[in-house]
């Protein structure tokens, strides 16, 4: 991306944030929001998404090596191998066949999940019917864990569909790796959240794989749980709200956000600071 565009791009979303702050109540509005936020959020928006089609990527190419091995012998294994050990953030990959079974699996730590049949997973359904790359929203995996999966499908030379590699990894690693440098000494705190609410990081790690609008912490607090929905149903925007961490007294915080993901998969990006 060029400087130019960069800096347009950021322009236009601080002058976004900065209206829709003035349409709110002036209790809400204390203070004036700058081109910080909207520059860390370009940021993590940036690298959130890159770092997910790296692996997208790296998956890819190890589905095309895929083609011309036995899916479940020993080149397999290898390229599994060498494909797991490319992030920290994977927890194990794998190949299943064109049943959905999984047949596959690397490091050898994981090899307990080969033959569990995973047709009924949505993502997996997804790549039965169309043959496309797809990615999941977290789920417990057939690990026993929960975790996001990718997934690619696996062609012959004669263009005939035999099964599909995937990568299992931690949402909350993978952006952990981003948004831990690009928050480090500002006052923000980051959130990324499923468009169902789950929390799949948080600079507070105690609110990492919470239920935003199931979880009993944030039920007395409506004003949050009406931005939590707004956050959910708007690809970006900006809000106020209160919230009392640990029975402390409430403070005011202002949310901006935006929207990364992957293969139509989307995760909301948010930066969070507390008004003075």
Request: proline fraction near 4%; glycine fraction near 6%.
């Amino acid at each position: 991306m060029s400087s130019y565009v960069y800096v347009c791009i950021i322009a236009a979303l601080a002058i976004l944030v900065a209206g829709c702050v003035a349409d709110q109540p002036a209790a809400t509005n204390a203070a004036a929001v700058d081109g910080d936020a909207a520059a860390l959020l370009i940021r993590l928006q940036s690298d959130i998404t890159a770092a997910l089609e790296d692996l997208d990527d790296r998956l890819a190419y190890a589905a095309y090596d895929l083609r011309e091995t036995d899916l479940s012998g020993d080149d397999a294994h290898a390229i599994l191998a060498n494909l797991s050990a490319t992030d920290p953030s994977i927890v194990d990959c794998t190949v299943s066949d064109a049943d959905a079974t999984i047949i596959t699996v690397e490091p050898a730590a994981y090899r307990g999940v080969e033959d569990t049949e995973i047709q009924n997973q949505s993502h997996v359904r997804h790549i039965l019917a169309t043959k496309r790359p797809m990615m999941s929203e977290m789920i417990t995996v057939a690990e026993d864990i929960p975790a996001t999966v990718i997934i690619a499908p696996i062609f012959t030379n004669e263009s005939r569909f035999t099964g599909f590699a995937s990568i299992v990894f931690r949402p909350e690693d993978l952006i952990a790796g981003v948004a831990g440098p690009a928050a480090n000494g500002t006052p923000y705190q980051v959130m990324v959240i499923q468009t169902d609410g789950r929390v799949l990081y948080d600079t507070d790690p105690t609110q990492i794989g919470k239920m935003t609008f199931e979880d009993p912490l944030y039920a007395d607090y409506p004003d949050l749980l009406d931005v939590a929905r707004r956050v959910a149903g708007e690809r970006y925007g900006t809000a106020a709200y209160g919230f009392a961490a640990d029975g402390g007294q409430a403070v005011q915080k202002e949310i901006t956000w935006t929207t990364a993901g992957l293969h139509g998969v989307e995760w909301r990006v948010a930066v969070i600071r507390a008004v003075e």
